[in-house]
């Protein structure tokens, strides 16, 4: 049996961990909200912290435990094998159930793949964007459990960013990487999106040198976008970036050929997005006019 | 506050205080107008004990290195090689440090550039290119050793420069080569931001490298490389458009006619460092068809790029004091001079001016060229 | 405050490394970048509480003496660190569990412990959280800020451009992402004078054999199948254009 953990602050990849655990064999997911279209057992709880997890461990000895690469998956998951001592796999983006679990995990900044065997039981603990989430859709059958500990960890404050558009809904997204150099390229971004009704994003150095502000930031720590089209201009597609790319299409400017972006691209472009970019809005424009 | 003084007194041969307070320094300085502290009260106030002051101002990280103030001083002060690294390094010292420029000191103790590049890709920019370009590791000795420093090795607009180079070099068939993969960062700017153990670490390092081959003379075309190995490192060194100059008689006869009004612009580390005006000026004029106009501000009162002295680095800093770049009103100088050519001899003027161009909007009208990018263009036919 | 910071070396991806079958064959060694943001953080925490710092490194016994290491630790001792230890793995291994249960002892005195969130070669736990579930400590990661007011408010990263602020029981391990404040830059001479005048006390530990990972091997991704555009700038906005078209964004 495969226990899941559900992300407390990332909803969403609870499902993609649900569509995993379906192909692993009978699972249970556990969460903290209420989920009213995840497809299977589903075991409501007041909050989610290690010793709820460490509870549930206990009580159904499952043969596999999920756990998200998000913000609650990274501190529960770890906190599980250091108590129980059982193996722990990260960054998985592969998972087959056998006698033992086969896990391929990407490592070394993205660079590296490694194949693992692993015996059971065990954590795993899951990139995002490699389960469909539909496949996690569908009835629940809840069960609430009265669990509840003190943490030694407590929640005293969320602090949110003040908001204006929401990129993680946004069907056209131009988003901006180091790559584009300098501040002002920022505006030949906001000039394609214009053109094609899209709204503009960054990743996160871009929103650390305070060249856009924090809620257009995408990725890990950002926000994930949904839409249809993600344009990605001299992002190198680092793993905690492309974690927020969700894109059903995503088209990548970059002049590093080998650039990780490319891998999630469906079409990618090499150049410099500086050169690119004001030729290609010329066009739009004419075309528009 | 007794390593301040006594860098002090070593950088500006003990001179320091021989200040008269006339406010020439800051009266030409780019950043005159928005320093808090210009030479003259940097000198004051570290007189008056209030160093600290200075330092939390950020002042001493206002100032792109040009070499203004020192050549006018009337007193002859370091100012430029001496006040101000000086109270730079007792900034490092104390971990205050902008962030950019950090991380490319990190860079540079780390890579021996600043831009976080493998040394090994180092000659990326010579594989470019459809000739081989040889480095001294295979060939022994050459007649000049080609260098590109860190920006005409790695950084994209530049290595069109050093290309453009090695390709006259290879028409002129000169009998030159490269360091490759064994070049490091040169370092003047880690010494102008009063980074002087890094200097000398990095001058150590090059020295090695450079003693095992043998060659006549370095060329390069970064002007803080030049002055660097010129006036530190003490090696035979000639600036690209001093190469180009004494090579003017052959490349004359082999020259395309150009259609372009170009001007062209004293690199600070050419100019009033190095007393170095007329050679770019004459191969420029040799080139048929070029009209040559002259900025305003020329030689010794040519208005600084706002790259050197670890200036690329500090854009933050200079932004928080200066609403426009000393760059941007270089190239609007161009504009007024009606140039459509903004020739320059150091690889670091190229980005400052291009993105000056583009803040500017004069991008359109006005395109930047290494001297070299002129002549091979002239060697090619235009 | 008894404030510990751990530090650890990783295969230097700007240098490049080899990827064989068996192995991952690193040209270099550099500081891991989560874990300089760590020291800083527990910089950071020391000057606001006044506490102790004491900065260890970890490292496998052929990395013992490892430039990386020294950098590592020169650093810390430079930047403020109180005292230094370096902590000697007696085998490599990959598996994070074993070296949580390697190190575990060493880490009893500190009321505050910061580490990396995660190093660049990991896929087989991480080590902060581990060694927490080992200590029966508490843990928090994606940590962006430490502050105390009597007892620790540690900020985190949740997602979606949220921070939670969370109060900690101590003893805590904290999973650092980002110090509150950019790396400081260590000019040479404090780093060579750190060298110099460091102490570190070498503490050689036994690796546990805990099993249950395996691997079968390393390989590169594949390139996966794209259309990559390429040649002169007017062709690919071309082609781009027509890209577009088929999205029916134009
Ligand atoms: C826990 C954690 C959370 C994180 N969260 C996030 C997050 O939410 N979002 C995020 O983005 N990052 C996040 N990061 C940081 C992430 O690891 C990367 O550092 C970051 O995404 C890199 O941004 P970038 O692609 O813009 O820059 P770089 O990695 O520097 O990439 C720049 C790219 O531009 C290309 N390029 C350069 N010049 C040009 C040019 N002229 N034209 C075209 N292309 C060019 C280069 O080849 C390169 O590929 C997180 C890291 C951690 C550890
Ligand atoms: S120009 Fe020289 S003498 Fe005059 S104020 Fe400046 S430093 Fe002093
Ligand atoms: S060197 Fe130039 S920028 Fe620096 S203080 Fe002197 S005049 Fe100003």
Redesign the interface.
Known sequence: MILVFGEE??RDVTYELVALAKRLGDYKVVVSEDFDDIDGDVIRVERLN?KVVKELHDRFKPEGVLFAN??SG??L???????????????VIKLENGDRFKAT???????????????KP?IFVVNRGYYDPNEGRGTPKVERLDLDFED??????????EEDVDI?KAE?VVSVGRGIGDESNIELAKELAE???GVVAGSRPIIDQGWLP??R?VG?????VTG??YIALGISGATEHVEGVKAK?V?AVNTD?DAPI???????????VN??LP??I???RE??S | MDMLLNRLKELTNNKYFQCIQCGTCGGSCPYGAYTPYTPRRMILAIRLGMVEDILNSNAQWLCTACQTCTSRCPSRIQITDGIIPALR?KS??E?K?P?E???A??NI???GNPF?????KRDGWAKELDFEVPTMMKKKSAEVLLLPECFGAYHRRCKQATKALAKVMKILEVDFAILGREERCTGDHVRLCG????FE?LMEKNMKVFRKYEFKYIVTHDAHAFNALKNFYGLNVLHHSQFLHDNLEKLKGMFNELDYTVTYHDSCYLGRKNGIYEEPREVIRSIPGVRFVEFKRNRENALCCGAGGGGIWLDSVMREFVKVRPAEDRVREAKEVGADVIVTGCVLDIPMFEDALKVTGLDGEIVVKDIAELVLEALEGG | MRIGAIVRIV?D?????E?EESE?VPFKY?PNERDEHALEEAVVFKEKTGGNLEVVGIVDDELRDDEAMEEALALAYA?GADSLKKIVLNRRTF???EV??AIADHFKDYDVVMVG??S????????????????GY?????VVGVDYDGGL?V???????????????TP?IL?V?SAER?????????L?QAMKEMKVEEIEVEVPD????????????E??E?????GD??E??????E??KS?S??
């Open positions: 602050f990332e290690w998000a913000p990274m501190d998951a770890p906190k599980l094998a250091g108590i129980t001592g059982i193996p722990m796999v990260t960054n995990s990407l490592t070394y900044g993205g660079k590296v793949l490694v194949d693992l065997e692993v015996d065990s030694d960890v407590e929640l005293i404050e969320v602090v949110k960013p993680s056209v053109l094609l009704n924090k809620s930031q890990r720590s950002g926000k994930t249809k089209v299409n088209i050929r490319f891998r999630i691209a469906k079409v990618g472009v090499v150049a410099d050169e690119l030729v290609l010329e066009k739009l075309i528009k | 390094e490092l010292l971990g440090v962030e420029l950090s991380t000191l990190i103790m780390r890579y976080k590049e493998s040394p090994m980074e002087f153990a890094l670490d | 295969p991806l700007v240098m490049g490394i990827i991952i550099v930047k598996d994070r569990r949580a249960r969130i995660q660049i070669d990991s896929f087989a736990g991480y080590l902060g959280g581990i060694l927490s579930g080992v200590l508490s843990y928090v990661g994606g408010i900020q985190k990263e949740l997602g979606g451009g949220v921070v939670g602020k969370f109060r900690v029981k805590a999973g992402v950019p790396i400081t830059f260590v000019p040479l001479v404090k060579r805990m099993g249950g990972i395996e691997v079968v091997r390393f390989y590169e991704p390139k996966p794209i259309t990559l555009l390429e700038v007017e690919l906005a071309d082609k781009l254009v890209v577009f999205l964004l134009v």
